[in-house]
């Protein structure tokens, strides 16, 4: 926390200028999503000082109209109190805490406006949120309270909040083993996948061994239960806080090491001795600090909210721990206010008001795991409801809308799910939501997701994470069950305007008739766990994933991941001049090297939906002058997508398609056939003559040994010569194998049309008609 501020002399207040990876002065205009606003600004000063907030309906700043929010320790806020809808300004100032007084000129005077109806998210002032809160331990997730409650409701019903299934698979197994031996660092300090694999399970596991045991041990009132549980938590403090699972070593051990020490030191406090105590309660403030620390002073994710650990570790470490630690550590209870203040404030960077996660949906079952985790530790210590927050209404549309049932390789970012049915831990995120919410269709999603993920549950994905029967019985105890209703009244389309996604879903509840696809020219380009895929496209048909996500998330940093998938070559895209999207690793090159979607219409025939990837493709290659994409999704379920490109100097143009299966390639034209499912497509239209067609097997520049006994994939490269100005018309066919014959027409606004007549995968007839000057 900051050092108490010595009394600066007057003067004017700095204001730098946002960049791209910084936080901007917030609110302007009428972009507000709740009551009151949320306000951030560029810190003008040095990490000490404190400001002071006005917000008036007047410009001039009246006493009578005025309100002032003083000793601020933070450049973002979320006042007190909702305001009534109408204009406003506001403007900030630095603040003297010693004489209580405004201690610099104000700076300069920004408005917004308040329309009515929003929703009221006002966040108490930390004193206030202070004022009641029960000390007692245990207060992660129930107090002495809530568990004589449960103990009781364990009498009358013994499976009460699926006990005996947490209790069976979660609780006993720990009973007999050993406690596990501190991690020890990498061979000559250098990372491996699989040593940080092995690393990273046994700090999970020293979560799951000291949370199960202390909660069913103090739960129960077991003696013998809770010297196993007191035997695993000292074992973990006796690991070296600058050694292995240091955050300066390995930041996820770090997280999982707090965890579990904040549990144990919480549900086992009322048994162990003052020297125990002291020894658990030092070695988890000195861990908290390093995260802490990090997190301020380094990553100072106020200022720069784009770093991924550093977020999450708000919810995956601080909260738990912060909590355990308050009225006992003053450093923690400073900890807790920024916490808390950030996830009410500015969280989520990666999110918009739809409920978007520009990372993708895999990290955003990461990040909003442990968020709900965070979330609900608050409610019940310090009630405070973040989920009243409009992001957190609406974000379980995100996975249910981009990673519907069913799907294995149709979802855009790092996914270590890959090929496999999507993580269990999403649905569970997702039903987390239904209780929150009461929505049917999130409680649809997730009985889906667990029957069809059925068998994964040890998966290094799932059980590396998250033990899921604690979640259950969290989740059974604290919120009501939800009916599950099939989204057979789903809205197709969903636009995350923000994060520059567009998702139609059709027939999701009919596996057979299911049709996902999915759009992204995102303006967060390929920061953090994106890629170089603006303007890409995903299509998930009949029961089969047809235009895929490329390649194999084997670990960060692994060739496979920085040479192929994170570069537009992996991507249903294009390349100009063999150049792909700026996709390495300079995150503000990455975050302007983005995307925007231009429109996204339903018209009666098809949706319409247009993107603009220029800026991505020429932050590697200056000569890009323009690339856009139109993609018309007919009724009938085909696709015409229709390729403009210009350049300053002539570029070759290649066009690819990722399959998981090889593909018949004809003179203009190829075919995926599947195991349910397949796909046509023909290049009806191009104005620098037809292309030239080729397979590719495997994946270029990618080290062997990483995908070895992996399956292989592969794609269609469509090459045409270079030209300033290109327009490439293709059209894409989805089929379920053995459908009876189709007849497809489509006409679009600009006068393009097609007619399709389909039967079976030997016979093809196509009629295109070209509007002159297209």
């Not at 949906?361 to 968020?371: D, E, F, N, Q, V």
């Not at 932050?619 to 403009?644: G, M």
């Amino acid at each position: 926390m900051p050092k108490p501020a010595e009394a600066p002399r007057l003067q004017y207040l700095d204001e730098p200028k946002p960049g791209t990876l910084t936080i901007g002065y917030q609110p302007t205009g009428n972009a507000c999503i709740e009551n009151p606003p949320r306000f951030s600004w560029l810190p003008a000063l040095n990490d000490d000082a404190r400001y002071v907030l006005r917000v008036s309906s007047d410009p001039g700043f009246p006493p009578e109209r005025t309100l002032v929010f003083d000793n601020l320790a933070w450049n973002f806020f979320t006042p007190d109190t909702a305001f009534e809808p109408g204009s406003y300004c506001w403007s900030f100032a630095l603040w003297d805490g010693a004489a209580k007084r405004v201690a610099s000129e104000w700076s300069r005077v920004r408005e917004f406006t308040l329309e009515p109806g929003l929703p009221e998210t006002a966040l108490p002032r930390a004193t206030a949120r202070r004022e009641n809160l029960d000390l007692r331990h245990p207060r992660l997730w129930l107090n002495p309270d809530g568990v004589a409650d449960f103990r009781d409701r364990l009498r009358q019903d013994p499976d009460h909040s699926s006990w005996e299934t947490f209790f069976s698979n979660s609780v006993q197994p720990w009973l007999s083993h050993n406690p596990i031996a501190e991690p020890a660092r990498y061979p000559d300090n250098v990372r491996t996948a699989k040593l940080w694999r092995q690393m990273y399970i046994d700090c999970q596991e020293a979560i799951y061994a000291v949370r199960h045991l202390a909660i069913a041990g103090v739960i129960l009132n077991d003696a013998d239960i809770i010297a196993r549980a007191k035997e695993w938590l000292l074992s973990v403090a006796g690991w070296d806080p600058q050694g292995a699972t240091a955050r300066s070593y390995n930041d996820e051990a770090a997280f999982r090491v707090v965890t579990a020490l904040a549990w144990g030191y919480d549900w086992l406090h009322d048994h162990l001795d003052e020297g125990e105590r002291e020894q658990v309660r030092g070695v988890l403030l000195a861990r908290t600090r390093e995260v802490a620390d990090h997190v301020l002073w380094r990553a100072r994710i106020h200022v720069f909210p784009y770093d991924s650990h550093a977020v999450r570790s708000l919810s995956a470490a601080l909260t738990a721990a912060c909590i355990s630690l308050v009225g006992e550590e003053m450093e923690a209870e400073g900890w807790l206010d920024y916490t808390v203040e950030f996830l009410f404030t500015l969280y989520s960077p990666w999110g918009d008001k739809d409920g978007g996660w520009a990372e993708g949906p895999h990290y955003w079952m990461t990040g909003i795991a442990y968020l709900t985790e965070a979330a609900n530790l608050i409610r019940n210590f310090l009630k405070v409801d973040l989920y009243r927050r409009p992001f957190f209404q609406k974000t379980g549309d995100f996975p249910l809308y981009t990673k519907a049932p069913g799907t294995k390789r149709a979802c855009f970012g790092d996914d270590s799910t890959l090929g496999d049915p999507p993580g269990l831990k999403v649905g569970y995120n997702v039903r987390q939501f239904a209780g929150v919410t009461g929505n049917s269709h999130y409680q649809w999603y997730f009985e889906r997701l667990k029957a069809d993920a059925a068998g994964t549950a040890m998966e290094f994905y799932n059980y590396g994470w998250w033990d899921l029967n604690f979640d259950e019985l969290v989740y059974r105890h604290d919120y009501p069950q939800v009916e599950a209703k099939a989204p057979v009244d789903l809205p197709p389309v969903k636009w995350f305007r923000e994060i520059g996604w567009v998702a139609i879903q059709k027939h999701m509840d009919d596996p057979d008739r299911h049709i996902q696809f999915l759009f992204k020219s995102s303006p967060f380009g390929s920061l953090s766990h994106s890629h170089g895929d603006q303007n890409a496209f995903l299509l998930y048909a009949f029961g089969e994933d047809l235009a895929i996500q490329s390649g194999y998330y084997v670990a960060f940093n692994s060739t496979m991941h920085r040479r192929w998938r994170r570069q537009t070559m992996s991507k249903n895209a294009i390349l100009i001049g063999d150049s792909g999207q700026y996709a390495e690793g300079d995150k503000a090159i990455g975050k302007k090297a983005g995307g925007r979607i231009l429109a996204v219409r339903e018209e009666p025939t098809h949706v319409f939906i247009s993107g603009d990837a220029t800026a991505a493709y020429r932050a590697s290659n200056p000569l890009v002058l323009r690339v856009e994409r139109d993609i018309h999704f007919a009724s009938s379920d085909f696709l015409v997508i229709v390729d403009r490109v210009e350049c300053a100097e002539p570029q070759p143009l290649k066009w690819l398609f990722h399959s998981a299966h090889p593909l018949e390639v004809g003179s203009n034209s190829f075919r995926l056939t599947g195991e349910r499912a397949g796909l046509y497509g023909q290049f009806v239209f191009s104005t620098a003559g037809p292309p030239q067609l080729s397979m590719v097997e495997g994946f270029e520049d990618v080290d062997p040994t990483e995908i070895e006994g992996l399956p292989r994939q592969y794609h269609i490269e469509a090459t045409l010569p270079a030209s300033t100005k290109q327009t490439l018309v293709t059209l894409l066919v989805p089929y379920a194998l053995g459908e009876p014959r189709r007849v497809f027409h489509f006409v679009d606004d600009q006068g393009f049309s097609a007619d399709l007549y389909f039967t079976d995968v030997d016979d093809n007839q196509l009629r295109i008609i070209i509007p002159k000057n297209f």
